[in-house]
């Protein structure tokens, strides 16, 4: 397999999470790696003969336009690590730069596989006791059409199968009801749309309640929404966890102490940093968007997701459910 590609530039907490991310990643055996930066940035991994390095000149900030970046910054490292993916000498590309630029660069040199509108990005949502649940889009398109959705039901569904191992992913659509005929009319005509899709176990609407559950493993919706969901999600965990950390301060001597035993593994279950980074579905490519302020953990996890969805070829997958060998 051809080695994953990872930019090390972008960060909110610069190149040396980054770099101590890699150092993880190759220590649990991740294969060779690329790393694209400047040649500060690669200096801590240019005599790991696991690593390759290829440098870049510049950066695109989280304050750059992310519509005009990509092809203001030309020698960006996250233009040069899509380049990259684009002349196929590497099987992924991750970045933890702006994402906005991301998606833009993803589609300036990458380009969409034939037949599929748009992009969208794939979310993966812990549930305690359970796999995790696809959540796209999570804020590629803000506004889409019935068909769009239709598209990121059955990419969703390929990219569950081959990341979770489940066979025939229930694919649920994100509505304000169970019921068929509950909705706006976006809603409505894309159930019509996923209730005659074949390759997909479609389920029905699914609501807010259910993303986060074992009834469901991928949920569709727009971009916007998709966002609202999981910063919502993320916000009330943060608080949720926050307040029961300082309930148990609060209380008797040892309490907190021996909670945490069994609050830690809870965590772990719920913790975001076991995935790493988001794929961006429906690129000519296997294009992954982290965090900017993904810790080391994190960073690792996404090298590793990108190996194993680069091993299962979600990619070529899409290309052939949407009928085509991509442009």
């Known amino acids: 397999m051809k080695p994953v590609a990872v930019d090390l530039m972008g960060g909110d907490n610069g190149p040396a999470v980054i770099v101590e991310g890699i150092n993880v990643a190759l220590g649990?055996?991740?294969?060779?790696?690329?790393?694209?930066?400047?040649?500060?940035?690669?200096?801590?991994l240019d005599r790991d003969p696991r690593v390759s390095v290829v440098l870049?000149?510049?950066?695109?900030?989280?304050?750059?336009?992310?519509?005009?970046?990509?092809?203001?910054?030309r020698d960006a490292s996250m233009v040069v690590g899509a380049t990259l993916l684009k002349e196929q000498k590497v099987s992924a590309f991750?970045?933890?730069?702006?994402?906005?630029?991301?998606?833009?660069?993803a589609l300036v040199k990458v380009g969409r596989i034939r037949g599929v509108a748009r992009p969208a990005i794939a979310?993966?949502?812990?549930?305690?006791?359970?796999?995790?649940?696809?959540?796209?889009?999570?804020?590629?398109?803000?506004?889409?059409?019935?068909?769009?959705?239709?598209?990121?039901a059955v990419m969703g569904s390929v990219y569950c199968a081959a990341r979770l191992g489940i066979a025939h992913?229930?694919?649920?659509?994100?509505?304000?009801?169970?019921?068929p005929g509950?909705?706006?009319?976006?809603?409505?005509?894309?159930?019509?749309?996923?209730t005659d899709e074949p390759s997909i176990n479609f389920i029905g609407n699914v609501e807010g309640r259910d993303v986060m559950s074992d009834r469901v493993d991928v949920v569709v919706t727009d971009g916007f929404t998709g966002n609202v969901v999981l910063k919502s999600l993320e916000g009330a965990a943060h608080v949720f966890a926050h307040a029961v950390l300082g309930a148990l301060s609060e209380g008797d001597d040892g309490v907190l102490d021996l909670a945490l035993p069994k609050l830690l593994p809870l965590w772990n279950q719920m913790t975001p940093d076991d995935t790493g980074a988001a794929a961006l579905l429906g690129v000519n490519g296997l294009f992954l968007i982290g965090h900017g302020a993904s810790n080391a953990r994190a960073v690792a996890s996404a090298v590793r997701n990108a190996r194993q969805l680069?091993?299962?070829?979600?990619?070529?997958?899409?290309?052939?459910?949407?009928?085509?060998?991509g442009e």
């Open 310 to 325: 680069g091993e299962a070829d979600v990619v070529e997958t899409i290309r052939k459910l949407e009928g085509s060998t």
């Open 28 to 44: 649990a055996g991740a294969g060779e790696i690329v790393v694209v930066g400047s040649a500060e940035a690669c200096r801590p």
């Open 169 to 179: 992913p229930r694919v649920g659509l994100l509505s304000i009801g169970e019921e």
């Open 123 to 152: 979310v993966e949502l812990p549930v305690p006791g359970s796999a995790s649940t696809v959540l796209l889009d999570a804020g590629a398109n803000t506004e889409v059409t019935p068909s769009w959705l239709h598209q990121f």
């Open 56 to 73: 870049a000149s510049e950066e695109i900030s989280m304050s750059d336009d992310p519509a005009s970046a990509p092809r203001r910054k």
């Open 94 to 105: 991750v970045t933890f730069g702006n994402s906005g630029a991301a998606m833009a660069t």
């Open 182 to 194: 509950k909705g706006n009319s976006l809603v409505k005509e894309t159930f019509k749309l996923l």
